[in-house]
């Protein structure tokens, strides 16, 4: 088959590899100049995309990228996995699936499978793909077929990658759904057929959602274990003992990446246009939203203890990946605390062995070597992501004032003050 993608994200890159390593002719469709020609040129910039991987099914000619959309007219399938970010007002941003949509209309031609991937609200598949690709006459079903599969991505799982993550699809009718799930099938190990699109859309959601709430939960478990003087990592390591009934999930400075702190907004705001207000979604994001406020009043009184105040202060942030031994900063709240600490007139500088730029909520910064003569000129070393690759017995050793909001001096013998979430 010739089958496309279209977004050469952290989404569609991984897809078009798997594609064009199963058998298929893979073609990506971007507007990005630099990613075109970086695939185009064997290079990779994906961290779950293996670079010689990459650079041989390209110079195989089974895989390249394009920004000419009249490549639609030959494929026989097409994955679209462009992003669905979130308005300042928290309203969903669909205007790059609206985008894709008009751009691949014209091509549309009998037989092509098309499959949205992007995460959305129930029934986008249904009201706003469907009627743009009838509109010449066409039938969902007879003349194309189109459904919806929600991308399960985890940047960094070393176990469950692309290939091997079972893949829902859902149809916008059951002969969408059969040959969108026979496509698949080619490429995934386990694919999950379900009744409609607007099912395979509310998996997405319900997945998200379940996290998020359930971070959001532990987040506030955290603020009444402060209150309580009590120490949380504790309680939820004694609670994970009970073999049944219970699954732990841990605290954080807030919420990060692609789907956590996005995703549920779009299932609420199309709540609210059926009168319904979706009361967990909207809590669990006020909570988490309120942690990287909570991090930095930590952070303030540690240094008060130290009679020091913020303004003028050397503050190190250790870690501004969203999640552990990821490039990836999106939505990150190192971005947050960064921003708070900065308003209040402190120094900053961090250090990510993965990230050695961060240009996220208008801060230009780049990662400062983790040495003992960094530490011991920071006033304080705060821990935001656990990552590996980090000597956090180092910090141990040398800093004299540290806040960790990931447990990652758990057991290391510290010279100064640690301060845990």
Known sequence: MKCGVIGLGYVGLPLLVEIAKHGHEAVGIDVDASKIEAINSGRNYIEDVDNEELAALVKAGTLRATADWSVVADLDA????????????????????????????????????????????????????????????????????????????????????????????????????????????????????????????????????????????????ALMCNKLELDVWEVIDAAATKPFGFMPFYPGPGLGGHCIPIDPHYLAWKLKSLNYTARFIELASEVNGSMPEFVVSKIVRALNDETKPVRGSRILIIGVAYKPDVTDVRESPAADIIGLLDGMGATISYHDPHVPEFNEGGHRLSSVALTDEVLRAADCVVIVTHHKAVDYAAIGRSARLVVDTRNAMRGIQAAGRVIRL
């Not at 029934?123 to 399960?152: I, M, N, V, Y």
């Open 78 to 221: 097409l994955s679209i996995c462009v992003p669905t970010p979130l308005r300042k007002t928290k309203d969903p941003d669909i205007s790059f699936i609206v985008n894709a949509v008009e751009r691949i209309a014209p091509f549309m031609h009998p037989g092509i499978i098309v499959i949205l991937e992007s995460t959305t609200y129930p029934g986008t598949t249904d009201e706003l793909l469907k009627p743009e690709f009838e509109k010449d006459g066409r039938l969902a079903g007879r003349d194309f077929f189109l459904a919806f599969s929600p991308e399960r991505v985890d940047p960094g799982n070393p176990v469950y990658k692309t290939r091997n993550t079972p893949k829902i699809i859902g149809g916008v009718t059951q002969a969408c759904g059969a040959k969108a799930a026979e496509y698949y099938r080619t490429i995934f190990d386990s694919v999950v057929l379900v009744s409609s699109s607007r099912c395979a859309e509310m998996v997405k959601l319900l997945e998200n959602t379940f996290r998020s709430v359930n971070i959001g939960l532990v987040n506030e478990v």
